[in-house]
């Protein structure tokens, strides 16, 4: 099983609202991604946890905070975003460090009015 | 610094026509994992090869292909029969040691993607 699991998938938030996306892995899985893409490009990547501790921040906004509570989960907190934040948000899990398939959830559409 | 190119923005084919999506990459360092991903309209990427830049061997896997040639830089994908199902956008991606995270370790984890090629098959 090459699951993963993204909630929910489409969210519309006001700029002053707080919410979170979530990510779900349960493939034994050490390292999860971030990643954002807007449409008609690649995506870019955010975060990565290493053994639920973070590993690489490509100079994020603090707006966007990520978590790892446990090796199988992944949170990304969402305070005062910007229009041109809308996205989708795509989650993604690896077995560290050796080039490793990055198996990617379905998504979070994100919106921001 | 890593980079991948994929010179077509966006092919269109008659289902049955075989179609070749080309991949070029340019890295420093000599171990490195080249990608190939799809991206269908619902938005998961779905990952379809992985190769090392040790193992030049051309793989066939029922209607796909791929040609990897360290000797141009290029790990192209072709899809022979090609069918209204196949319509997404494929992005080439690369892993590769040297980059140094923020954390301050180097890290295989990041991906350079392409910037994709959007395939459409036409029945």
């Known amino acids: 099983d090459t699951e993963v699991t993204q909630t929910p998938k489409h969210l519309v938030m006001g700029m002053t609202n707080k919410k979170s996306l979530k990510c779900e892995q349960h493939?034994?899985?050490?390292?999860m991604y971030w990643y954002k893409q807007k449409a008609k490009k690649p995506p870019e990547l955010m975060f990565v946890y290493s053994y639920e501790k973070l590993s690489i921040n490509e100079s994020v906004p603090s707006r966007f905070s990520p978590e790892c509570p446990n090796s199988s989960l992944l949170n990304l907190h969402l305070h005062a975003l910007q229009p041109e934040d809308s996205a989708l948000y795509l989650c993604?899990?690896?077995?560290?460090?050796?080039?490793?398939?990055?198996?990617f959830g379905a998504g979070t559409r994100l919106s921001v009015l | 610094a890593q980079k991948v190119t994929q010179a077509q923005t966006e092919i269109s084919v008659v289902e049955k026509e075989d179609v070749t999506l080309d991949c070029v990459y340019e890295t420093r360092d000599t171990t490195y994992y080249l990608f190939w991903y799809k991206q269908p309209p619902s938005g998961e990427l779905v990952f379809l090869i992985r190769?090392?830049?040790?193992?030049?061997q051309n793989e066939i896997s029922g209607r796909y292909s791929w040609n990897f040639q360290k000797s141009t830089s290029s790990f192209n994908f072709t899809i022979t029969a090609s069918q209204v199902v196949d319509s997404a956008v494929y992005f080439c991606a690369l892993s590769a040691p040297g980059q140094l995270s923020n954390a301050g370790g180097t890290s295989y984890g990041k991906l350079t993607f392409g910037q994709g090629t959007i395939l459409t098959v036409h029945p």
């Open positions: 993604a899990s690896s077995q560290p460090p050796r080039g490793g398939i990055q198996y």
């Open positions: 190769r090392n830049s040790f193992d030049e």
């Open positions: 493939m034994g899985h050490r390292a």
